[in-house]
Structure formats: C-alpha cells, structure tokens
C-alpha cells in the first residue's frame, strides 16, 4: 500500500519567516494530496490541496508544490505568523484505492513572534 | 464544507464497558470515516462506514471491537466496545461527499478509559 513519509516532525520558524514542509509518497497511482491544519485540541482542517495534473497551487501565503516524478510534495507558508503555529498533515490518495487517504506523521509548527 | 456534529465530544469510561459514538452531517454525503487519532500522533483509519451494508475495517481493526452503523447519508455510529486503557484516543468521524472531494472531519470525541 501506499506510505507517506513527512520531514520535519517540528519546525520552528521567527514570524515573517517562511516555513516549508515536505512529504514523500510511494504509491504512483495517487492523485490527490491534501494538506491538513491541526491546532492543539481542535479538528484537522483542510488548508490546500493539489491534484495530479497540477504542479503548484497558491491559496494567498500557503502553496503546495507536487513534483509526480519524484513523488514527492511540499507545503509552503511565507511570512509566517504565530497563529500559524499548528502540527499539519500531509496526505496521499489515489482513485483506484478507493480514494482511502494515507497521511504523513505530522510537523508541529511553532511560529515564534 | 460540510457541518459535521459528534456526541459525545468527550466522556471518561470504565474498563469493561462500552461507549457509542454519534456522528451527523448537515446534508447527505458519500463516504463517511472513523479515524483514532491517539496523543501526538497521526490520524488512523479505523474504517470505512458503508450506508446499507457492513463498515469496511482496515488492518488491526474488528467489527466485534469496533462496530459501525450507518443507516442513511447523513449519521453514523462508532461503538468501542469491552474498553481497556489502550481505547483512550480521539476518535474523529470524517466524511466526503464523492470520491473526487474533498474530506473534512468531525470535532472529535475524546475518550479516556480509566
């Protein structure tokens, strides 16, 4: 089956700072790779995604990138601010597996003002 | 998105005893999930609800542990069943309206089992 691989497991970045978070899959056939926000007691809530058959995608300070050669992608959050500080999951997922997601271990975020 | 609702969102059980878990969505949906998420960790699929017929669990969990229910579109139930301290998690309901949308989650219900 598939396996995500997610670095770091924690980051710490100064506010206005960029934070990059990176993920790793196996599984050629996934297609979908959404990114997950989870502050401390809350649900995780679904930030970004990008699909297959896109290579980047911008949501205003938040990007991903998905390079499918290399199988690997990665979130992007410039000019970090404290309420960015979060653990956030990457996941994979791919139509022919019925669609189950398999998430990465996680990257706590600490965002230091 | 969807509104998604669960109750308990927390409770503190006896070895032993069992404890059900509800799960509502503001409208119908396709898929619907049940995650374990324990302490600092990752999200686990526990199984896939299917609406009408038997929940699809995945590698380390039963039905006899874990039964599921999921009479229409919009609710489903999570039993923990016999608990033990090792049951003590959040357990989150997660829902998709296709397969080609996005997932959101539940609120979570947080369970210790002393």
């Known amino acids: 089956g598939e396996n995500v691989e997610q670095h770091p497991s924690t980051l710490s970045v100064q506010e206005g700072d960029s934070a990059v978070i990176k993920c790793t899959y196996s599984?050629?056939?996934?297609?979908?790779f959404p990114w997950y926000k989870q502050e401390l007691g809350k649900r995780p809530q679904l930030i970004i995604d990008i699909r297959s058959n896109v290579g980047e995608k911008k949501d205003q300070r938040i990007a991903v990138t998905l390079n499918k050669t290399a199988k690997h992608f990665s979130l992007h959050i410039t000019e970090t601010q404290p309420e960015d500080s979060a653990v956030y999951f990457c996941?994979?997922?791919?139509?022919?597996?019925?669609?189950?997601?398999?998430f990465g271990t996680g990257t706590s975020l600490t965002v230091i003002p | 998105s969807a509104v998604i609702s669960q109750k308990p969102s927390r409770d503190i059980c006896q070895r032993g005893t069992s404890l059900t878990i509800q799960c509502q969505v503001d409208?119908?949906?396709?898929?619907m999930f049940w995650y374990r998420q324990q302490p600092g960790q990752s999200l686990t699929l526990i199984a896939t609800a299917n609406q009408g017929s038997e929940a699809t669990y995945e590698s380390g969990f039963v039905i006899d542990k874990f039964p599921i229910s999921r009479p229409n579109l919009t609710f489903s139930t999570l039993t923990v069943s016999n608990m033990s301290p090792e049951d003590s998690s959040i357990y989150l309901c997660s829902v998709r309206r296709s397969s080609y949308n996005e997932q959101f989650f539940g609120p979570g219900t947080r369970l210790t089992v002393l």
């Open positions: 996941a994979a997922s791919a139509s022919n597996t019925g669609n189950q997601f398999y």
């Open positions: 409208s119908q949906v396709t898929m």
């Open positions: 599984d050629s056939a996934s297609n979908y």
